[in-house]
């Protein structure tokens, strides 16, 4: 029956002290022996600091029960404490610390620092673990910070808070957990989860508008029927962060940076769409990868390092685009696999690896690269950006379609050369230049997006040049200049078809053409096979203009295998070289 006093002592028994109906005591002392205490009353009310030093069990209700411990509540931090502690309701306090060990649920559970907010500060709460047995918690602290050391098992609806705006304590859950759903409310609270491993099975919607904190080196998060995290301050990241079947996850926003702190990886089996839709931070010298070789598409905004190099790769056979800059601060950027790679703003990086992907890898904004390395498999690759430039000799080993530039405005600037060792199509369009350094476009076919300038001397940067070898060229209805400066030659190993094209070399030209009309200069000879009708000399080209065709030295020869010869500028052969034309 009910039960009320002013003191009860307990001090020592064999088996349980079982107080079952209603329970009001003013000062409740327990002694440290090994007996139970039960308390499963509808109510129960508590005024002292009740600290339980029996170290048998201890039964907090058992089902929808309400206990009030007015001065505070401890299970755990005394020297001698329960072996475990069973709730089964509501256990309160007024503004009051609660500590409790191990606990086990036994009904849906409250566990509240506010008195059901008569104490609206509310207190800290920190309790070593919790096993759910599928049953539904709620933690409430207010402003006091709720601190789980070890593991949370098999909880049904764990809830973070109450939704008053006192509600700002930290919930930090330091050991692994499971529950079946994660509920927030949208205060100023920040939600820690640092465990080795933490699943949530239910879509999980984080409404606090404090940090998120997902891992701490290493962790594993499942959010089985994924996620969402944008009204957060910022989302830190540190582990693997997943979801599952189909479930898409969104983390950040506009105002909702996401920190990575470590190595970590967002994405995983799941084949929903993973939005990354704040800033991306990468911490120094850590790496933030893209998917783990599954289907997952991605859509992120800008993604940079923090004060000095971090790093980006992606590993999914989905879609992924980065809508923003990529830079800057960003050390080495790795494409292991994907359906297509999109970055459309401004990339900046020490390092680019390709290595395979469905499609094309395009770098559509201005592009800065120190050294890029490519793969020899068959996805394409564009740099359609106003400006590029890469500073290693740059080698284009994938056989797909490499794009240069998707206007004639466009600048693309390999400063240590380039070659195509894959053999794959390349498509032209504004300047391809280098610093005195050779420019080998293989055995693929050229063809032109818009005007076209293969250049060796970086715009007269390097007047030297260095020589430029093309394999077939289409230039379509569009117009091509090649300059391989003063000591550099030109080299075609196919045809070059289409419009205009204008030569200036200061080695020799040995080209196979059937173009609309050609202008060439050349140092030390000029050899030309034409097979449709031409013109010599138009106008425009260099400054100071080409006019014609014109050598140096050794022999000028120009041939036609099938089309006329129309001679409209000058044609001339310096030193003692002979002209050969017809």
Not at 302 to 326: C, D, E, K, M, Y
Not at 452 to 466: F, H, K, Q, V
Request: no cysteine; glycine share 20%.
């Amino acid at each position: 029956g009910a039960l009320t006093a002013g003191t009860v002592t307990l001090s020592n028994t064999t088996g349980t002290i079982a107080f079952q109906g209603n329970t009001t005591m003013t000062t409740l002392n327990t002694a440290n022996q090994g007996y139970n205490v039960s308390f499963t009353g509808g109510t129960n009310s508590f005024t002292n600091d009740v600290n339980f030093r029996n170290t048998g069990t201890v039964t907090l209700g058992n089902g929808g029960d309400i206990l009030t411990f007015t001065g505070g509540l401890a299970t755990a931090g005394n020297p001698s404490n329960p072996s475990g502690t069973s709730v089964g309701g509501t256990v309160r306090t007024a503004g009051q610390q609660i500590d409790l060990g191990a606990v086990t649920l036994t009904n849906a559970s409250t566990i509240d620092t506010s008195n059901n907010g008569g104490s609206p500060a509310g207190a800290p709460i920190n309790i070593a673990s919790v096993t759910g047995g599928g049953n539904n918690l709620t933690v409430r602290s207010r402003t006091g910070a709720t601190t789980v050391t070890g593991a949370v098992a098999g909880v049904g609806t764990l809830t973070l808070h109450d939704n008053v705006a006192n509600s700002t304590g930290a919930m930090n859950f330091q050991g692994n957990l499971a529950a079946t759903a994660l509920v927030t409310v949208a205060q100023g609270y920040g939600v820690s989860l640092t465990g080795a491993t933490t699943t949530v099975t239910n879509a999980a919607a984080f409404s606090n508008t404090g940090t998120v904190t997902l891992g701490d080196g290493g962790d594993t998060l499942i959010f089985t029927g994924g996620l969402t995290a944008t009204a957060p301050s910022v989302v830190n990241v540190n582990g693997t962060v997943r979801a599952a079947g189909s479930a898409s996850m969104s983390l950040g926003d506009g105002d909702t940076d996401v920190a990575v702190g470590g190595n970590s990886t967002i994405g995983g089996n799941s084949t929903g769409l993973v939005t990354l839709g704040g800033l991306v931070r990468v911490a120094s010298g850590r790496t933030l990868t893209l998917g783990n070789g599954a289907g997952t598409p991605f859509s992120t905004q800008g993604i940079q390092g923090t004060a000095a190099s971090g790093n980006l790769t992606v590993n999914t056979t989905g879609a992924v685009t980065v809508n923003g800059a990529v830079g800057p601060n960003i050390g080495v950027v790795t494409v292991t696999n994907s359906g297509g790679t999109t970055f459309s703003g401004a990339l900046t990086a020490g390092t680019v690896t390709l290595s395979n992907t469905t499609g094309t890898i395009a770098f559509q904004g201005n592009t800065t690269i120190t050294t890029l390395n490519t793969a020899g498999a068959g996805y394409g690759v564009s740099f359609t950006g106003a400006s590029s430039a890469i500073t290693n000799a740059a080698a284009f080993n994938n056989t797909g379609t490499v794009t240069l530039g998707d206007g004639a405005g466009d600048v693309t600037l390999f400063d240590g050369g380039v070659s195509f060792p894959g053999n794959g199509p390349v498509n032209v369009a504004g300047a391809v230049r280098s610093s005195a350094d050779a420019m080998d476009f293989g055995s693929g076919a050229v063809s032109l997006g818009a005007d076209a300038i293969l250049d060796s001397t970086n715009n007269g940067g390097n007047p030297t040049g260095a020589n430029i070898s093309v394999g077939a060229v289409s230039m379509g209805v569009y117009n091509l200049t090649i300059n391989t400066g003063t000591w550099g030659g030109l080299v075609s190993g196919g045809k070059i078809t289409g419009g205009n094209l204008r030569i200036r070399s200061g080695g020799s030209v040995a080209i196979s053409t059937a173009v609309s009309a050609i202008e060439i200069e050349a140092g030390t000879g000029i050899n030309v096979t034409e097979d449709d009708n031409v013109t010599i000399g138009f106008s425009g080209g260099f400054p100071p203009d080409v006019t014609g065709l014109t050598t140096a030295g050794g022999n000028l020869e120009f041939r036609s295998t099938g089309g006329s010869i129309t001679v409209s500028e000058n044609i001339s052969a310096g030193g003692a070289g002979n002209i050969s034309i017809g």
